[in-house]
């Protein structure tokens, strides 16, 4: 029998941490599926030959963080989009418009409303007053050793919680969708994410997650189109029949249960939002281009990307509801209406077999395979920058490191999380790890979002005030999820929560923005005050990208 | 020296109007964005019936499907509106201001 500890349903309705759930439920391990398997080491040859050709490239530090910052608009456009839509987002998004209708496209527009604002209001000033990772923004005018060490250790933890995440979701998957243990898939991954970022740096993990954002994008493309074909490609068509035969009937296209408390909705909304542009391995993309043009270019083709698949996952999962939903063969049992075949999880897999076969259904099982091992590549090297650029070169080495020491140290950093993923993979097997995503955003957006834009949009910040702000942020929003129900109760078995809301977001980021005011009027150190009069260079500097770090030559 | 160009970019008069200019837009395209959205979030979790109505009559597409679908476009038009303007009208401003200090630098 095929168990799943979670079924997500009911958690569905409340948080980011229903993609997770649904993703990481607990699975029976599979018939060995050799579509799959063969099309993924297609794939693993493919961007080992990439990997092995972007070693001789890497040389520099800015090569090795940040591709020497030579990649285009559009490929940035691609591998951010790649960074962005995780296998929770084509399995997990699927599955939720399958079962809840109209309620996964509501959530679909929450994950996608951040991008203009970064646009507007953040990518021009990132690329202008940024260099590798995003610490060195909220640094560049205040106490370089304490600021760094703060924005150091909340990437840290939200590189680590999604990597948790990530892992455990991957061993899941990969047991279920290729048949093997769930060991053997953790190593596989921990492994290759290895590979890649050790040798291959930056420009490795970009080509490794525009490759498979392509392959994302064509395999859903393509099962769309098949699956849009039986309905004469009629967006009524399917819609009259999916009503009728869904047991939500006309409400399927009604707003449901996900967003009815009106603190969560909102709480939703700002955590995705600012989450969002708040997460260290996105944050680090916006470096890997030429100038401001170009980072600006990035974020209208990723966008563009985002919404064009989010658009194509609705369709799978309402055609999903008549293709897979009404035939015995992909339920348990033969019973329709019954346990899904694999878990919930399985709607977009069961999709392509019934419209494309065997193929189909092992194109994309590798294209899920490839995906997980794309996002968890782009994390270890943000996790990877914050400990060898910021605390080696900059807090522990005061900037006097070598670039040769530097590479060195980050290298040695990324086999270490690496190490690290593979161990906490294996020990959360059976854990609960929905809230861990939750968490990641949660803290993305209190900690290293608020800092971020006070820093460069706030002439009064000082460092006393980002400290706080930072750490104030950070423990807030751990504090939150930790007292919230998805931990308090359903991890720590506790009867009630302590704090009512799953989102932390809507509560962790004004006392962020407050502690970080506060602490910054009320400082009155000449140190302050040179940092206040330093945003004037940083404004000019941000304003007209004069002294950006530019692109190197190869 | 570097200082000094920041500050003679900083008393360019065109420098005042390429931030006033780009910041105005910015934030008013801001604006849209974040007003529209967290408008139907709040249509979503108070009247969430209004967005359950057929566009048409007898039609199965909700008002919310179709306003949704909007927002998707809309949003992403709106991306395109500010790079074009952007890296066009706004980048040629920026190349003239930093020509411009770097002339007085000689």
């Known amino acids: 029998m095929l168990r799943q500890i979670i079924t997500a349903l009911g958690l569905l309705g409340l948080s980011t941490l229903t993609l997770a759930a649904d993703a990481v439920a607990q699975t029976e391990k599979q018939a060995t599926n050799w579509h799959a398997i063969i099309m993924f080491c297609i794939f693993v040859a493919m961007t080992m030959g990439i990997t092995y050709w972007a070693a001789s490239r890497t040389k520099s530090t800015s090569d090795f963080y940040t591709a020497g910052g030579g990649i285009t608009g559009f490929q940035n456009g691609l591998a951010i989009a790649g960074d962005y839509m995780s296998a929770a987002t084509l399995l997990g998004l699927t599955a939720m418009v399958y079962t809840q209708g109209y309620d996964g496209y509501i959530y679909m527009l929450c994950f996608f409303a951040g991008w203009p604002i970064i646009l507007f209001l953040m990518a021009e000033r990132l690329r202008n007053l940024g260099k590798f990772t995003f610490s060195d923004i909220t640094a560049y005018r205040l106490d370089q050793g304490k600021v760094r060490t703060m924005a150091a250790i909340s990437s840290l933890t939200v590189v680590c919680f999604y990597l948790i995440a990530q892992m455990v979701g991957a061993g899941q998957l990969i047991k279920l969708l290729f048949g093997l243990e769930y060991n053997t898939a953790i190593f596989a991954v921990g492994i290759l994410m290895m590979v890649y970022v050790t040798f291959g740096g930056m420009v490795a993990t970009t080509w490794v997650q525009i490759i498979k954002a392509c392959m994302l994008l064509s395999g859903g493309t393509l099962v769309m189109f098949l699956a849009m074909s039986e309905f004469g490609f009629s967006f009524t068509n399917l819609l009259e029949k999916a009503t009728a035969v869904h047991k939500l009937g006309d409400k399927l296209m009604y707003p449901g249960a996900l967003l009815k408390d009106p603190v969560t909705a909102i709480s939703l909304g700002l955590g995705l939002m600012f989450g969002t542009a708040g997460l260290p391995h996105i944050l680090m993309r916006f470096f890997t281009v030429t100038d401001a043009k170009e980072a600006r270019k990035s974020v209208l083709y990723a966008s563009g990307f985002v919404a064009y698949f989010f658009n194509v996952i609705f369709l799978m999962g309402l055609a999903g509801i008549l293709i897979v939903g009404q035939n015995p063969e992909f339920f348990e049992g033969g019973t329709v209406g019954g346990k899904l075949v694999g878990g919930g999880n399985m709607v977009a897999m069961h999709l392509a077999k019934a419209v494309g076969g065997n193929m189909l259904l092992g194109f994309l099982a590798a294209v899920a395979f490839a995906t997980i091992l794309a996002v968890v590549s782009g994390l270890a090297l943000a996790g990877a920058s914050a400990i060898s650029h910021d605390i080696y070169a900059r807090v522990i080495m005061k900037g006097q490191a070598s670039e040769a020491t530097e590479i060195r140290v980050s290298k040695i950093a990324t086999i270490c999380l690496g190490a690290v993923a593979i161990v906490l993979g294996i020990l959360f097997e059976k854990q609960n790890i929905a809230f861990m995503v939750g968490l990641a955003f949660g803290v993305a957006a209190a900690a290293n979002f608020p800092v971020l834009i006070l820093s460069m949009y706030w002439k009064g910040l000082t460092t006393r005030g980002a400290l706080f702000g930072g750490y104030g942020g950070l423990i807030s929003a751990v504090l939150f999820v930790l007292f919230s129900k998805s931990v308090w109760v359903d991890v720590l078995g506790n009867k009630a929560a302590l704090f009512p809301y799953t989102q932390p977001a809507l509560f962790a980021m004004p006392i962020a923005f407050l502690l970080a005011y506060v602490f910054s009027k009320s400082d009155s150190s000449v140190r302050a005050r040179q940092e206040i009069d330093a945003f004037e260079d940083q404004y000019v500097r941000a304003q007209t990208g004069f002294g950006a770090a530019s692109a190197s030559n190869h | ?106």
Do not use: C, H
């Open chain 2, 1 to 106: 020296m570097s200082s000094a160009m920041y500050e003679r970019m900083r008393a360019n008069p065109k420098f005042t109007e390429l931030v006033a200019r780009r910041g105005r837009f910015a934030w008013t395209l801001a604006f849209i964005v974040l007003a529209m959205f967290y408008g139907f979030v709040m249509v979503v979790a108070f009247n969430p019936l209004s967005l359950g109505q057929p566009i048409a009559e007898g039609s199965k597409v909700t008002v919310g499907v179709a306003v949704e679908l909007f927002m998707f476009i809309f949003f992403w038009a709106l991306t395109a509106v500010y790079v074009k303007r952007a890296n066009g009208e706004f980048d040629a401003l920026t190349q003239e201001i930093v020509k411009e200090a770097w002339k007085e630098n000689k």
